[in-house]
C-alpha cells in the first residue's frame, strides 16, 4: 500500500473550516483513500473514503487531486470536539482490506 | 447506533499471566479484526479473522496470541504469557464486507488497556 505523508500538526479555529492535507504520490489505481481520526486514547473513527471522485458526507468531504497523488480532508466548520489525529491511509482493495497501516497522523488542535 | 464493545476497558496483570480480551463485534459483521496502540505510538495491526479463522496476521502476531469465535457473538483475543512489552490499548474492529469487494468503514471499538507489571 501506498506510503502517506502528512503534516505533524495543525491549528484550526473553532467555526472555521479546517483544511488537512495528504500527499500520496505513488498510489495506484485500485487504492482508495480513507481518513480515520483518533480522539484521545478512543478507537479510531472512521471519516470518509475515495478512490477518484470528491466525496461528501455528513462529517467531511474529501477532494482527491486529478492526478491522484494527494488529497485533502475538509471539516467544515471545526467544533472543539474536533480535536484528534487524523490519518490519512491509502488502501488496496484486496484481501489485505482491513489492514491499515496508520501513521502517525496530523494533531488537530480546535481552538476557541 | 450498533458498535464494538469491548471488555475489559483496563486489565492489570503479572507478566508471564494469560489474559483474555473479548470482544463483541457488531451482529452482522463478518469480518473481525485486533489492533493495538502501545502508548505514543502508532496504531498497529494485529490479525484479520473471517469464517472462523485468521485472514492475515502480522509479525507482531506471534505464537503467543490467537483469537478466536467461541459463541458466535463474542470475538477474543487472548496472549498466553503476557511480557512487559505487551502492554497497550488493545481495540477490536469488525466490518460487514468482504474484501475485494467496495471498500467500507471499520467499526472500531473503545479498546481495552492492558497494563502488565
Known amino acids: 500500500d501506498a506510503k502517506t505523508t502528512q503534516p505533524t500538526s495543525m491549528d484550526c479555529a473553532e467555526g472555521r473550516a479546517a483544511n488537512l492535507p495528504c500527499n500520496h504520490s505513488?498510489?495506484?489505481?485500485?487504492?482508495?483513500v480513507y481518513w480515520y481520526r483518533q480522539i484521545h486514547s478512543q478507537g479510531p473513527q472512521y471519516i470518509i473514503h475515495?478512490?477518484?471522485n470528491n466525496e461528501t458526507n455528513e462529517m467531511a468531504s474529501l477532494i482527491i487531486t486529478e492526478d491522484r497523488k494527494s488529497s485533502t480532508l475538509i471539516l467544515p466548520h471545526a467544533t472543539l470536539r474536533d480535536t484528534a489525529v487524523y490519518y490519512c491511509?491509502?488502501?488496496?482493495?484486496?484481501?489485505?482490506?482491513?489492514?491499515?497501516?496508520f501513521g502517525a497522523g496530523t494533531q488537530v488542535v480546535v481552538t476557541p | 447506533e450498533p458498535e464494538v464493545t469491548q471488555t475489559p476497558s483496563h486489565q492489570v496483570t503479572q507478566m508471564g499471566q494469560e489474559v483474555i480480551l473479548r470482544c463483541v463485534p457488531i451482529?452482522?459483521?463478518?469480518?473481525f479484526y485486533w489492533y493495538r496502540q502501545i502508548l505514543g505510538q502508532k496504531v498497529e495491526f494485529l490479525v484479520s479473522?473471517?469464517?472462523?479463522?485468521?485472514?492475515?496476521k502480522s509479525e507482531i502476531f506471534d505464537d503467543q496470541f490467537s483469537v478466536e469465535r467461541p459463541d458466535g457473538s463474542n470475538f477474543t483475543l487472548k496472549i498466553r504469557s503476557t511480557k512487559l512489552e505487551d502492554s497497550a490499548m488493545y481495540f477490536c474492529?469488525?466490518?460487514?464486507?468482504?474484501?475485494?469487494?467496495?471498500?467500507?468503514?471499520?467499526?472500531f471499538g473503545e479498546g481495552s488497556r492492558l497494563t502488565v507489571l
Open positions: 491511509i491509502a488502501l488496496r482493495t484486496t484481501d489485505s482490506w482491513g489492514k491499515f497501516q
Open positions: 505513488t498510489i495506484s489505481g485500485n487504492e482508495y
Open positions: 475515495g478512490l477518484k
Open positions: 451482529s452482522n459483521h463478518l469480518y
Open positions: 479473522f473471517y469464517n472462523n479463522e485468521i485472514s492475515e
Open positions: 474492529a469488525s466490518n460487514p464486507e468482504a474484501p475485494g469487494l467496495a471498500a467500507g468503514e471499520l467499526f
